[in-house]
Structures are given as structure tokens and as C-alpha cells.
């Protein structure tokens, strides 16, 4: 029984002797954080520690947004005790790991920023891009209070290629106004164009059912001037066309309503009069064409805009002024 209480005795003493200071004793010591997360660009001791009247003025550089990083225990003993705090609790033989809170910059983003300032900077409808950041990770992250839309400037596009190269910036960020994000890529400039359905005879008017609607890389098109869908509808065949043939200027054009030699009918409409009366076509037209008419009656020439099939209207218009827009309908 001596022996045992020996024994009990001397196992008390060794855990009273390793065991650490009383809560009275440390109670006023700030304990060492394992690991942070801040927003600002600076880390105060009061971000790395846990305690009472800890100074919060910055010690040290955060991290940039994003990223991670790992502050020695033994260095922020250092900064504390020049602050006044002799010792600390916590791992101080270990290090603080410190993350910066960030707002990511979705890919999704940077493609809807750059195919607007790519459809600004030139003709192209519908552009598909492919881009990589040059400076940075896939990933681009910026301060969390950066909310804005990303900005593209310095868009330079080489017309033959297509590859393009351009820099990237959000407004508030001044991560990516120290260093904005620099990006290259490659454009494909797609079209929508309009694709025969069935076979088409001379002069049939075509309707949406005759086609259908393709994507097709201009450069594809090898210079043919296609036409876009929605102005296909209501064209003519200036010719036979076969099924599936791309509908392009030369194959369609606007449907005669009056050709060459046709009596038309001749509407004359002046301060709330209407006077019809028959006229000979000197030339064929379509729909608001400008053609001369001849009055069979007086052999005079008039110049009259086709209204419909076989009929004409004669502008209000002096004859110099139509012979104007009939020499910019020519040229249209």
C-alpha cells in the first residue's frame, strides 16, 4: 500500500509540473490564430490573434486576391512584442496560414467582354472565340469589392488570321489596374445563311419553308455574298436553283411585278385626288422600283415607283428628284 501511494504520488507531481500556466495567469495573453481569411490588403495583429486591445493597424501585405499564404509564428511574436504583448498562447513554434477573400472572374465574363468589343471593333455577326490568359492562371481572381462588369481595351485584331490580342481591367480592382490581365485567342466568324430546301423553278417566290438556316464560317464562303435569312423570304429565283444550294445575290433577286413593254396601271395622287389611268412600262421593275412609264396619251415619259404587279404611283416628287433616287436604287 506504501509503495502504491508512492507511485500515485509521484504521477501527480509529473502531471502538476508539465501542466500549463492557471487561466489566471494567462488570462490577458492573446492566443496565435491557426489560420485567416481577410479582405483588405493588409494583416493586423488582431486578424492573427484572438484576445483583448490588440493593436489592428496593418503589420503586414496580404496576399494578392485569391491566393494563399503562411506567416511564421516566430515573426509575429516579433511584430508583438514591439506592440507591447511579451508572449502569446497558441503554435509558436508554427505558422499562420492566411487567405485573401477574392471575387473569381468566370470565364463566361471575359468571353461576353471580348466578343461585344470584338462585334464594335469590326463586321462580324456572330463571333466564337477561343482566348487563354498570357500573364496569369486560368483562374483570375480580383478584390472582392470589385463588382464591376470587366472591361476590354487595347483590342488588336489581325484582319488576315483572325487572332487578336487585348487586355482586360474591372473597374475598382487595383490588382488589374497595377497589371491588367493581358489575353490572345482566335475569332471565328460565323454567319447565319439560308440553305434551299426543296428545288426552286425560275422566278418561283421563295417562302420560309424553301429553306433553312445554317451556321457557316465566312471565310467558307469564299467571297459569295449570301444572303441573310430574313431577307431571303419573298425573293425570287432569278433561275433554277437545286436543293440544299447556298442562297446567295446571284441566285435570288426581288420579284418582277412589272416587266418591259407591260401595260400598267398609273396612279396619280395629288392634294387628296386620285386620278388612275393606263400607261405602257419602258422597263421592267420590282416592288419601289423607280422605272419610266409612257403616257400613251400624250407620249410623254413620267417616272413612276412600282406599287404592285402591273401597277405604278407617281411621286409628288420634281422629275430631277427621281431621277435621283432611281439612279441610287440602281446603285443599291
Known amino acids: 500500500m506504501i ?42 495583429l488582431s486578424d492573427l ?3 483583448d486591445n490588440i493593436p489592428n493597424n496593418g503589420v503586414y501585405a496580404s496576399p494578392a486576391p485569391g491566393q494563399t499564404g503562411v506567416i511564421k509564428a516566430s515573426r509575429i511574436a516579433e511584430i508583438a512584442k514591439k506592440a507591447g504583448i511579451p508572449s502569446i498562447l497558441g503554435d509558436v513554434a508554427g505558422s499562420v496560414t ?4 477574392s471575387r473569381i472572374i468566370a470565364p463566361e465574363e471575359i468571353e461576353t467582354a471580348l466578343k461585344q468589343s470584338i462585334r464594335e471593333k469590326g463586321d462580324f455577326q456572330q463571333p466564337q472565340i477561343s482566348f487563354a490568359p498570357v500573364n496569369a492562371q486560368q483562374d483570375v481572381f480580383v478584390e472582392e469589392e470589385a463588382t464591376a462588369q470587366p472591361v476590354i481595351s487595347n483590342l488588336k485584331i489581325d484582319p488576315a488570321s483572325l487572332r487578336f490580342t487585348a487586355s482586360l481591367s474591372v473597374p475598382g480592382s487595383k490588382v488589374l ?24 423553278a425560275k422566278s ?12 457557316r464560317e465566312r471565310k467558307a464562303l469564299n467571297g459569295v455574298n449570301a444572303i441573310k435569312p430574313a431577307l431571303v423570304i419573298g425573293q425570287a429565283a432569278r433561275d433554277s436553283i437545286i436543293t440544299g444550294a447556298l442562297l446567295s445575290d446571284d441566285l435570288v433577286s426581288k420579284p418582277m411585278l412589272v416587266d418591259k413593254g407591260m401595260a400598267v396601271s398609273v396612279t ?4 387628296g385626288l386620285k386620278l388612275t389611268l393606263r400607261g405602257k412600262a419602258n422597263e421592267g ?10 403616257n400613251p396619251q400624250s407620249k410623254k415619259v413620267i417616272f413612276a415607283t412600282v406599287v404592285g404587279p402591273g401597277s405604278v404611283a407617281v411621286l409628288t416628287s420634281s422629275n430631277a428628284d427621281m431621277a435621283q433616287r432611281q439612279t441610287t436604287s440602281t446603285v443599291q
Do not use: C, H, W
Not at 421593275?285 to 409612257?294: C, H, K, Q, R, T
Open 3 to 44: 509503495k502504491q501511494a508512492i507511485f500515485y504520488g509521484s504521477v501527480l507531481t509529473i502531471l502538476l509540473a508539465s501542466a500549463p500556466p492557471s487561466r489566471g495567469e494567462n488570462a490577458s495573453l492573446p492566443i496565435l490564430r491557426s489560420a485567416i481569411v481577410v479582405s483588405g490588403e493588409t494583416i493586423s
Open 49 to 51: 490573434m484572438q484576445g
Open 98 to 101: 492566411v487567405t485573401r477573400k
Open 177 to 200: 489596374t497595377k497589371a491588367p490581365l493581358m489575353l490572345e485567342g482566335q475569332i471565328i466568324d460565323l454567319v447565319d445563311v439560308a440553305i434551299a430546301n426543296r428545288a426552286l
Open 204 to 215: 418561283d417566290i421563295i417562302s420560309a419553308n424553301d429553306i433553312r438556316v445554317e451556321k
Open 268 to 271: 396619280y395622287s395629288v392634294a
Open 285 to 294: 421593275g420590282a416592288m419601289g422600283d423607280l422605272i419610266s412609264v409612257l
